[in-house]
């Protein structure tokens, strides 16, 4: 009752910090003070930090819902890694920078980087705070995207260093981007169904027709998918374990390719225009997919922990790493 | 949508089922060869069906009073968890433990009750179910086989076909026309329990692709059944047989089908020393989506335990389960040969072809995926 309360009010706070005129412009190149401030002044970004240090306490497996929800209203800044990165230093004693905060892989492409001003970054083994300038930021120039990658020519400033080590961090980034695609997912799902009820051809819904059913019925399967794999994820806890976190982002990465496919395929040319809001949910799977390690990336970690160690059988390996 | 289902754990007191079923499926498979573990809920020995009856492994979910265990979802999970990891061979009480207990439970008479629950907790009676007859597949409510009422209970004719342990199983509970015509559809359909040695029923093997007869040709010549054959009431089998297909959708054996050819692949794979790279990752895309399909069937049991009935959830697993369970040999084969000079041992080579074989039937079984989909097509509000 009361979680539910939290995310009736958060998804409140979201519509109201950013309804889709504010999206949309942000996605091209305005800033991101407006809805920042809002959802700062929220409290909702102090969700996974510790009661003692002045959060909520709420643990990853009971903010799931709200994360992935943030993919569902398609917040235009990387909140939930704040939210991880203010955990995540605030456990350490570390007083968290103001602003939005990314957790960071050298030369990995970040969805909204352009909008961080600081960075947990892992680099040469060890994961730091960094403050981010122009001269390390790269902007991918894409369409409707702030995404950016942080180039080091040389050291960065680091501004303190942490205890976790870079697995961790990359683990806990790619547990958040999984439930972000499981929120985008979703509500692509509602969306398409909901147009084929209406779309008219053939003088019936289209939906009404066998082949758009079956097609349909695998994208729902997909977004059941790829939200299970997003609680998994979460459900190991913070920082998550990197198991746990493979077998999340793996399933929810490879779920977009179909979650997008058949979307556009039932939305026709529509969804291929701007005006229409399928795309910003597309473009973002398909950033998500690659972000914070693809599907190939984890697999291959996965299995390589799974053929060198011990474990009698496959299912014995998931029972002694999965969370559940 | 369907945004009810969240990872759940299994409870300790279930958990501690886990070691001695563990050991006894160890002792059980050490026996067998790969390709016969790989048979799955499909392989069948009496003797170890007794012997888990005996050892209290079957009707854990049954009442105390009908000699089940008074338990609940979760300890069948791991029970039937520990059984498949490992192809211990279950066929001849799966039917019985896992659908006709809980029919007879929910429907049957006291009478009924008292008679067959605790023979098929001890292990001693197996049953089979009669859906699908010549004419009548998919399209289950076309069911011609008919009995007729007399003033001492039933006379049946008719047919059923593809049916699983009819060879073995003592029992068969089926779907059958006690009124109307087939055009009324689901209308007069009926469940009832034959003893398959009744005078006037032959059973005649049906040989599969693998060599195999798991399922049967079963014939109804005036069988003439007793008044209490009946299981629950008159005219409502169609919605007591629907009820039993749900939840023979979400269980774990929907998913497990193919971990005896993919723990057989990592075997080789150790052997001869390919542990990083594309096999890693084949392993790894194996590995993961089991957990997660793994979190998603004890998500079902969660709300099964919690008494709900998810069965709209239970067709989406049910798929998502059974490509799982396909795409397994057809990627291990890929794999395979694409390293021909590798040596592969005749154990190995046997399982995949069985397994490739085999496979097409994971998702006709229980429903085809064509009809699932509808299923959830009508769940998401589109029929």
Not at chain 1, 22 to 49: A, M
Not at chain 1, 299 to 304: M, Q, S
């Amino acid at each position: 009752m009361v979680e539910n309360d939290l995310l009736t009010n958060f998804i409140k706070m979201l519509e109201c910090a950013a309804p889709l005129e504010v999206i949309r412009k942000i996605e091209n190149d305005d800033d991101i003070d407006y809805s920042w401030n809002i959802f700062d002044s929220s409290g909702f970004l102090d969700i996974l930090v510790a009661e003692k240090a002045g959060g909520a306490g709420l643990s990853l497996a009971a903010a799931a819902p709200l994360i992935e929800e943030l993919g569902a209203q398609l917040f235009p800044a990387p909140a939930a890694q704040t939210m991880m990165a203010r955990a995540l230093l605030t456990r350490e004693g570390i007083e968290p920078p103001s602003g939005p905060i990314l957790l960071a892989g050298y030369n990995a492409v970040i969805p909204f980087a352009e909008l961080a001003g600081h960075a947990l970054v892992a680099w040469q083994d060890k994961v730091n705070l960094i403050k981010i300038n122009t001269t390390i930021l790269r902007p991918m120039g894409l369409y409707g995207s702030r995404s950016a990658k942080l180039e080091f020519a040389s050291a960065p400033e680091v501004l303190v260093s942490l205890l976790i080590t870079p697995e961790t961090l990359r683990a806990s980034a790619a547990v958040l981007r999984a439930a972000e695609i499981a929120g985008m997912a979703g509500a692509v799902l509602r969306m398409t169904v909901a147009y084929a009820n209406e779309r008219i051809q053939f003088g019936k819904p289209i939906g009404k027709q066998q082949a758009i059913q079956q097609q349909l019925a695998i994208l729902a399967e997909q977004a059941l998918l790829a939200r299970m794999a997003a609680r998994l994820g979460c459900a190991a806890g913070l920082p998550p374990t990197t198991e746990a976190a493979a077998a999340a982002k793996l399933v929810a990465s490879a779920s977009v390719p179909l979650v997008t496919n058949i979307a556009h395929a039932v939305h026709g040319a529509i969804g291929i225009s701007e005006e229409y809001n399928l795309q910003l949910f597309t473009r973002r799977l398909y950033e998500a997919r690659l972000a914070d390690g693809a599907d190939g990336y984890w697999a291959t970690l996965l299995g390589a922990r799974h053929l060198a160690g011990g474990a009698a059988t496959s299912l014995d390996f998931v029972r002694a790493t999965s969370p559940v | 949508m369907f945004d009810t289902l969240n990872p759940c754990t299994i409870p300790p007191e279930d958990e501690a089922l886990r070691p001695h079923i563990r050991a006894l499926a160890a002792e059980t498979v050490a026996r067998l060869p790969a390709e016969t573990r790989a048979r799955s809920w499909s392989g069948l020995d009496i003797e170890f069906s007794h012997r888990l009856g005996r050892e209290g492994f079957l009707g854990l979910t049954l009442p105390k009073e009908y000699g089940g265990a008074g338990r609940g979802p979760f300890a069948r999970f791991v029970v039937v968890e520990e059984l498949l990891a490992v192809g211990a061979p279950v066929a001849a009480h799966w039917i019985a433990d896992r659908q006709s207990a809980p029919l007879i439970l929910n429907y049957g008479t006291e009478a009924q009750r008292k008679l067959f629950l605790p023979k098929i907790a001890s292990g001693e009676i197996f049953f089979c179910i009669g859906m699908s007859e010549p004419n009548s597949g998919s399209d289950l409510a076309s069911v011609r086989t008919r009995a007729e009422k007399i003033s001492t209970g039933w006379v049946l004719n008719g047919q059923k076909i593809w049916t699983t342990n009819a060879l073995h199983a003592d029992y068969m509970i089926a779907l059958i026309r006690t009124s109307g015509t087939v055009n009324e559809r689901q209308a007069g359909l009926s469940q009832l329990l034959v003893p398959l040695k009744a005078k006037g029923v032959t059973v005649r093997p049906i040989t599969d692709l693998t060599g195999a007869s798991e399922f049967a040709e079963v014939f109804f010549d005036n069988v003439k059944l007793d008044e209490d054959a009946l299981v629950g009431k008159e005219g409502q089998g169609w919605d007591q047989a629907t009820a039993e297909l749900a939840f023979e959708r979400s269980g774990p054996e929907r998913i497990y089908s193919s971990l005896v050819l993919i723990d057989t692949w990592v075997q080789h794979l150790r052997r001869v020393g390919r542990i990083i790279g594309p096999a890693a990752q084949l392993a790894g895309e194996f590995t993961g989506k089991l957990m997660v399909l793994r979190a998603m069937s004890l998500a079902v049991t969660g709300q099964l335990a919690a008494g709900e009935s998810p069965v709209i959830e239970a067709s989406l697993i049910k798929d998502l389960g059974t490509s799982y369970e396909q795409e397994v040999p057809a990627l291990i084969a890929e794999d395979i040969g694409s390293h021909p000079d590798e040596e592969v041992s005749v154990e190995f080579y046997r399982t995949l072809n069985f397994m490739s074989r085999i496979a097409p039937s994971f998702s006709l079984r229980g429903g085809t995926r064509e009809i699932l989909r509808g299923i959830i097509a009508r769940g998401l509000g589109l029929r």
